[in-house]
């Protein structure tokens, strides 16, 4: 996993989301058990970050 993601994936749990690795090398984000967002361990897209704290700050995610 790139280190930016490494650092999210630490944010997020501080913050009370569960981040859970699939077996296919993707990670899948959760708050209160509902499915928030996921996204690959080296996504190739260059907005795939960008798109995904979209999603994310949506859900109540301070970065």
């Known amino acids: ?3 930016d993601l490494r650092v999210l994936v630490k944010k997020l749990t501080a913050q ?3 981040v859970q690795a699939t ?3 993707h990670h899948v984000v959760r ?4 499915r928030v967002a ?8 260059p907005r795939a970050m960008a ?3 979209a999603s994310l700050k949506r859900a ?3 970065p």
Do not use: V, Y
Not at 38 to 45: A, K, V
């Open 51 to 53: 798109n995904l704290l």
């Open 16 to 18: 009370g989301f569960e």
């Open 23 to 25: 077996k296919n090398n």
């Open 38 to 45: 996921h996204f690959g361990s080296t996504p190739s897209d």
């Open 60 to 62: 109540g995610f301070k």
């Open 1 to 3: 996993m790139r280190k």
């Open 31 to 34: 708050k209160d058990g509902r």
